[in-house]
């Protein structure tokens, strides 16, 4: 709350929505290959094992074709705020095209483990406690999934933060490094709120409309 208050105040109103073509961007792009390739592993078998098999994979693809390179640009974005499209894209370059996939192996570990467990859940509880609503089941399996998986984004986002590839050597290293000089609620409570809320709409929003569609 604070810190949407403190946006309104700089930059008003129009300061949370900062960045949104991005956003729209990377999120219609990695849903769209999620269900697509989960949709292609379906052979695999209709069994909770193979739903979670092929939701890992859906994931963990979808993680690092997409959601690695794009959330890379995202923070430099952020680091040059204020700057214009080129300069992010010249220090992007400044890197290399392997510098766009700092942090990739915490993004698959997360994305993939995430996936595979929303879709290992989902049926069960949207049968059991949600009432059949898609909806409610997407926000309650978001919300088990963020407070699962925000350590290892919390460790995602310090690699992906400019020249982190290159200080932490593992993804160990890094969590080593934040539990020593920020403690360990910081590795396991960073973020989470702001998380729990923008994830468990924006999943309740994917599988209601995935439902819809995909309905009778």
């Given at each position: ?45 209709s ?44 220090a ?24 595979g ?5 989902f ?30 984004d919390?460790?995602?986002s310090e ?58």
């Amino acid at each position: 709350v604070a810190t949407v208050r403190a946006t309104v105040q700089a930059d008003g109103a129009r300061g949370l929505y900062s960045g949104l073509s991005l956003q729209v961007l990377q999120n219609s792009g990695k849903v769209g290959i999620r269900f697509f390739v989960y949709q292609g592993l379906q052979g695999l078998g209709s069994d909770k094992r193979a739903k979670t098999a092929a939701g890992f994979m859906a994931g963990a693809i979808e993680a690092f074709l997409w959601i690695t390179p794009c959330e890379r640009l995202k923070i430099l974005r952020i680091k040059h705020a204020g700057q214009p499209l080129p300069a992010v894209l010249s220090a992007a370059r400044s890197e290399g095209l392997a510098g766009l996939w700092a942090g990739a192996t915490p993004t698959v570990l997360r994305n993939g483990g995430t996936v595979g467990f929303r879709f290992f859940v989902f049926d069960l509880i949207v049968a059991e406690y949600c009432h059949n609503n898609a909806a409610l089941g997407g926000a309650c399996v978001g919300a088990l999934s963020t407070v699962l998986n925000n350590p290892v984004d919390v460790v995602k986002s310090e690699m992906q933060q400019a020249q982190g590839a290159a200080r932490y050597p593992s993804m160990l290293a890094c969590a080593r490094h934040l539990v020593a000089t920020k403690g360990p609620r910081h590795l396991l409570g960073a973020g989470l709120s702001a998380r729990i809320v923008k994830i468990s709409l924006g999943q309740a929003v994917i599988f209601q409309t995935v439902a819809a569609l995909s309905g009778p």
